[in-house]
């Protein structure tokens, strides 16, 4: 029965607690540090640009050569939310209510999964608090953890509801919760909750088949068949729900940096040492509280009701997790990967509720064991915790390997998010049984709200001691439109590809930029015969930078027209001209440093007696002439047009310094024409003076892709439809399917 005044309790509580760890997102702050600069806010800014100007973009030409957006998936371009708030949205604040909303979700959807197995109100916001607080905040470097983490409550609350009920409507939340969850664009976390959805949901199916044979023997079991295969139906929906997203990405994996020899791609990176695992229960051996940047109330609130941080070491702590060579992985890790912990309080209820519950066991009294679904499963939790903080530690990376999926994530850390939602559970589950017993009214309320209390404060502290952002009044978005390189940049002539000290810079500029930052990258941008040399090292004492003829060749062959640099250079080894020194408002906040930055441009100059540009995003043999290079419209970045204006030299390609990828296609002149590639690039035999050359990209991944998530859409409204007006049709067919003769309980309710 539809409680509304327990759900609006919920939301409530959600509201609170997420205005209380991230207040200053709701008055316009940001985020700053991490991966958030160098690789989610890129994507997001092009992301925006596209969608403003009424194109869903295919391919980001903007980051190194090039890649497939739905193909490397991070952008999420395909995700409904996404696609309003920044088509609407200015980046910062699409980025924080985005960030805001997922908690919300997370926080109610795992409240309701922990009412639905028997928690009470009280229990089931406990662990709504310890799962969502606690695993979360320390990952907001990390856009993809709580925007694909939340719907695993969401997955897990459909599946239980549909046992219990049999209604589906909740067998069709789940594919729309997969879906949603794949097409947010992490597919790792998504892995992990297909794991854990079809884990679950065999342990309680396997529990009914076993209680329906103890207690009618000899019966049929079509009861349990009929909703294991429409859970696995529901599953196959919500993947396929994803198509648009998941046929590029494995297009992209195919030929991705993940299965180069090679490569600097290693899948037990981001383990969690086995020391480490004692954050768990002794926080103050590793956190440090002068890690925390911040001194308000809240800081002193929670150091009143969870002291025992504050006897945390004075360490750097990725340092210490370093040293926990004990047992560990020789392969590298961070704090935020390795980070389990979800409280000292929660932790001890949930040992004494798997104690409560082992007692009862060990005395046959079954009937206490299983008074509820979560009574019922504690097993299950108590295990599947148990192998997910070993997993996390790298241990059972050897049998990984050989398992379909476990070898194509890295970060074994993250299965603690298996680990943290089981703590929680039992958290709640344990303070629900407090809750009940008969003690005086006043003394329990004041027990509860200790508990919640200092869990609050404890999981705010950790947050601000294990992360790698800030939060700032000022975020350096804000500032995008203020720069004056990004100006001149888009005043030039050619279309302008930019070299700068950090990777990804020039997306954030709205141009072309090396070097690039990517989660899954093509091949070729980890193939050693491409590679990029190591930049000219500067000069002490301000003196300028000298060239270096294999990083300028470089240069040349990549199209790089641009150099954005700290240290001058020696303008004329380096063959360039300065176009501006100064204080970017908008580039140094990124970076942290304050001082001036030069913006230089390569200058013309002669090749074979011809005037040429150097280097140009386009060439005709190896030094290229003048050519001209735009997009057919300002938005195109599906297509390429490139007008040969100059007699090229006879039997030469046009090369167009952008990747060669699956989808592009190339006409001359408008009459399709074969496509050649050449090293890493896209390239045209011979052309001539006066020939329009153009590329477009129509990758067949994408439609096919497309077809499957449209066509599953539509069977699914389908069958929402027909099992509402029509239920008798869904019962006929799944007793065709399972073979089974006798009714379907609970065919009497509509979806």
């Not at 207690?215 to 009861?223: C, S």
């Not at 945390?312 to 004990?326: F, K, M």
Request: proline share 7%; with cysteine.
């Amino acid at each position: 029965m539809f409680n509304t005044g327990r759900y609006f309790c919920l939301l409530l509580v959600a509201f609170a607690l997420t205005f209380l760890f991230w207040w200053p997102l709701f008055f316009g702050y940001g985020f700053i540090g991490g991966d958030l600069y160098p690789y989610f806010f890129p994507q997001k800014v092009f992301y925006a640009d596209c969608l403003r100007a009424g194109e869903l973009p295919l391919w980001n030409d903007l980051t190194g050569f090039g890649y497939p957006i739905l193909g490397e998936s991070q952008t999420g371009a395909a995700y409904p939310l996404h696609v309003v708030l920044y088509g609407l949205l200015s980046v910062n604040t699409a980025y924080n209510v985005q960030h805001l909303l997922h908690y919300l979700i997370c926080f109610v959807a795992t409240a309701l999964f922990a009412l639905r197995v028997g928690n009470s109100g009280r229990g089931a916001m406990l662990t709504g608090l310890v799962f969502t607080f606690g695993w979360f905040p320390p990952r907001s470097c990390l856009e993809w953890a709580i925007l694909t983490g939340c719907w695993l409550p969401v997955a897990m609350y459909c599946v239980e509801s549909f046992l219990q009920t049999r209604l589906w409507r909740y067998s069709i939340g789940l594919s729309i919760a997969l879906g949603l969850q794949l097409l947010a664009g992490h597919y790792h976390l998504a892995f992990i909750t297909q794991l854990m959805v079809a884990s679950y949901a065999t342990w309680r199916l396997w529990a009914e088949h076993s209680q329906q044979v103890q207690v009618h023997p000899g019966t049929e079991q079509g009861r349990v068949s009929r909703g294991a295969l429409a859970l696995i139906l529901a599953g196959i929906a919500g993947v396929c729900l994803a198509g648009v997203q998941l046929v590029p990405s494995w297009e992209l994996k195919q030929r991705s940096s993940r299965v180069v020899a090679g490569s600097d791609y290693d899948p037990a990176y981001g383990h969690m040492p086995p020391l480490y695992v004692t954050q768990l229960i002794a926080p103050w051996c590793w956190y440090s509280p002068q890690a925390i940047g911040e001194d308000n109330l809240v800081r002193t609130l929670a150091e009143l009701v969870a002291p025992w941080q504050l006897f945390g070491p004075n360490h750097e702590l990725d340092e210490a997790i370093r040293q926990a060579r004990l047992a560990a992985l020789e392969t590298g890790t961070n704090k935020v990967e390795a980070h389990v912990y979800c409280g000292l309080v929660p932790l001890l209820l949930a040992a004494f509720a798997v104690i409560r519950w082992a007692r009862h066991r060990r005395s046959s009294n079954n009937a206490q064991a299983n008074a509820s679904v979560l009574n019922g499963t504690t097993g299950y939790w108590l295990m599947v915790g148990t192998v997910a903080l070993i997993y996390a530690t790298g241990w059972l990376l050897p049998i990984g390997k050989h398992l379909p999926g476990f070898s194509f994530f890295r970060g074994p850390g993250r299965y603690g998010i298996v680990t943290t939602f089981a703590i929680a559970l039992l958290a709640g589950q344990m303070l629900s049984h407090l809750q009940r017993c008969a003690w005086p009214m006043t003394a329990r309320g004041i027990v509860i709200g200790a508990i919640f209390a200092s869990t609050t404060g404890d999981l705010w502290m950790v947050s601000r001691m294990v992360t790698y952002t800030a939060i700032v009044s000022k975020p350096a978005i804000s500032f995008r439109e203020d720069s004056p390189v990004r100006k001149l940049l888009a005043g030039e002539k050619e279309l302008p590809r930019l070299v700068s000290p950090g990777p990804n810079v020039g997306t954030l500029l709205g141009v072309s930029c090396v070097p690039w930052y990517l989660g899954i990258a093509p091949a070729e941008y980890v193939d050693s015969q491409f590679a990029m040399p190591d930049s000219p090292k500067p000069l002490p004492s301000g003196r300028p930078t000298p060239a270096s003829t294999p990083y300028l060749e470089w240069l040349s062959q990549a199209g790089v027209t641009h150099v954005l640099n700290f240290e001058p250079l020696d303008e004329q080894g380096w063959g360039v001209e300065l176009l501006w020194k100064g204080v970017d408002p908008f580039l140094n906040r990124i970076w942290g440093r304050m001082e001036p930055i030069h913006l230089y441009r390569f200058k013309q100059r002669e090749a074979g007696g011809d005037a040429v540009s150097y280097p140009g995003r386009a060439r005709i043999g190896a030094n290229g002439v003048s050519v001209s290079n735009r997009p057919e419209s300002p938005w195109g970045r599906g297509t390429r047009k490139v007008v040969v204006e100059q007699a090229p030299k006879p039997d030469e390609p046009l090369i167009l310094t952008e990747l060669a990828y699956p989808g592009w296609t190339v006409e001359k002149n408008g009459i399709p024409t074969e496509a050649r590639q050449i090293g890493q690039f896209r390239a045209v035999d011979a052309p001539a003076k006066g020939d329009i050359v153009v590329w477009r990209y129509r990758p067949l991944s994408v439609i096919i892709g497309a077809i499957v998530s449209l066509f599953t859409a539509f069977l699914l409204a389908a069958v929402a439809h027909v099992r509402f007006w029509h239920t008798g049709l869904t019962d006929r067919f799944l007793r065709w399917a399972c073979s089974a003769g006798d009714g379907v309980p609970g065919s009497e309710n509509r979806a």
